[in-house]
């Protein structure tokens, strides 16, 4: 049976998106609950499987990785062996931020954050390319961020 949201719950997801740090005390004023109520509906939304996890966002710049890299992967062939293949072994690759399995022109999209253009080259020669299937790498640099959100739009859930 799924769990139905209600205005309070969105209201504590929304603020536990921009602030994951939050007193429980501070987030029950917040939503116009008590603690105990408030840390009730907190656990559960973790439980249901709303909040994944709370993490710490860390500035790209600050900490030496100042270079994002969208790269279209396309394999040899869709079979679900390659793909697996594939999507286990970049998954073990600290510098693959992201991926998405695609429909269109290529198979896989890929965010990679690196420290220098020399990094990149050394993740393409010693990683990527050796991965067997692989048909094409295309590779486009970020020059700029000019949006980036990790808040989830919420205003769906109470339109049900």
């Excluded at 007193?23 to 499987?49: D, F, M, T, W, Y």
């Excluded at 394999?75 to 998954?91: A, C, D």
């Excluded at 896989?108 to 220098?116: A, D, I, Q």
């Excluded at 390319?129 to 990790?150: A, N, W």
Aim: glycine share 4%; with cysteine.
């Amino acid at each position: 049976m799924a769990y139905l949201l209600d205005a309070i719950d969105k209201h504590i997801l929304e603020i536990l998106q921009q602030d994951a740090t939050i007193p429980n005390i501070e987030l029950a004023e917040k939503v116009c609950l008590s603690p105990s109520p408030c840390s009730r509906r907190v656990k559960n939304l973790h439980e249901q499987g709303f909040i994944k996890r709370a993490v710490t966002l860390l500035e790209p710049d600050m900490v030496g990785l100042p270079v994002s890299v969208f790269i279209q992967v396309t394999l040899n062939h869709q079979v679900k062996k390659e793909l697996q293949n594939f999507e286990s072994t970049i998954g073990q690759w600290p510098e693959v931020m992201e991926c998405y399995l695609m429909t269109g022109d290529f198979d896989y999209l890929l965010r990679v954050v690196v420290p220098n253009l020399h990094a990149y080259q050394e993740f393409l020669d010693k990683k990527l390319t050796e991965l067997p299937g692989i048909d094409h790498i295309k590779s486009s640099f970020s020059l700029k961020q000019v949006r980036y959100r990790t808040e989830l739009p919420l205003d769906q859930l109470l339109e049900k």
